[in-house]
């Protein structure tokens, strides 16, 4: 828990993931995945997130052997079977409020890689001269609420891609050269609602930019103020 502070930025990261070995069958509405050659008890462990090669992200909630896993959930996508994975380290419950980020100079002010059910709220996040206010990356089930984000290079809010996160009350204003909030390829399932995006390129925007992720999809996007937007 980061609370209460004046912090140059914060990065939270698992690195680039590491592809599996073998091949996993994710079944539509069964929350299983099934492996075949694969290691998954020495290269994976509950709190992991998987990416499919069809960039849907999941939660590893146990481990039954190394050719069989259990999801948080039933897999909601369409079936994936004999495919390749990647695997993350899931950071869980990280809780950053109330926090004042001002100032990277190369990179993202708050860089958030793989959350799982965290919380950022009430935060500032000022003059990031290469990368997002806040940079979510592969988060899952992640509050971002009532958080300022404004005058940096790019996109105040930078979900990259997310799934299942509530995004509410936010102010994210002046971006140099990006949006107010930005959904990314792959991004599915998030509420963006009653945030205020005023003076960036973009209030709100859901890009596809990726191929190997696939459009944004099933977002809800409601209740937002969007104004003076180039």
């Known amino acids: 828990t980061f609370k209460t502070s004046y912090v140059f930025n914060l990065i939270v990261t698992s690195g680039t993931g590491t592809?599996?070995?073998?091949t996993l069958t994710f079944t539509n509405g069964d929350s299983t995945v099934t492996g075949s050659g694969t290691l998954?008890?020495?290269?994976?462990?509950?709190?992991?997130?998987?990416?499919?090669?069809?960039?849907?992200?999941?939660?590893?909630?146990?481990?039954?052997?190394?050719?069989?896993?259990?999801?948080?959930?039933?897999?909601?996508?369409?079936?994936e079977t004999g495919v390749s994975a990647t695997g993350y380290v899931g950071n869980n419950r990280v809780r950053v409020i109330n926090c004042d980020f001002q100032g990277s100079l190369t990179t993202d002010n708050v860089g958030l890689g793989v959350l799982i059910n965290g919380l950022i709220q009430g935060n500032t996040s000022?003059?990031?001269?290469?990368?997002?206010?806040?940079?979510?990356?592969?988060?899952?089930?992640?509050?971002?609420?009532?958080?300022?984000?404004?005058?940096?290079?790019?996109?105040g809010?930078?979900?990259?891609?997310c799934s299942y996160c509530i995004v509410i009350g936010n102010h994210c204003n002046d971006s140099v050269s990006g949006n107010g909030i930005r959904m990314l390829s792959?991004?599915?399932?998030?509420?963006?609602?009653?945030?205020?995006c005023r003076g960036n390129v973009n209030g709100i925007n859901a890009a596809y930019n990726s191929a190997s992720f696939g459009v944004p999809s099933e977002n809800t996007i409601v209740g937002n103020s969007c104004e003076g937007n180039t």
């Open 126 to 155: 000022t003059g990031s001269g290469g990368g997002y206010g806040f940079g979510p990356d592969h988060c899952l089930y992640t509050k971002f609420i009532g958080n300022s984000s404004y005058a940096n290079d790019n996109d």
């Open 186 to 196: 792959g991004s599915y399932r998030n509420l963006i609602a009653k945030n205020i």
């Open 157 to 161: 809010i930078g979900m990259e891609p």
């Open 19 to 22: 592809t599996l070995t073998g």
């Open 40 to 79: 998954f008890t020495s290269e994976l462990g509950e709190g992991y997130v998987l990416r499919s090669a069809g960039s849907k992200i999941v939660y590893v909630r146990s481990i039954t052997n190394d050719t069989s896993l259990e999801l948080n959930r039933a897999f909601e996508y369409a079936t």
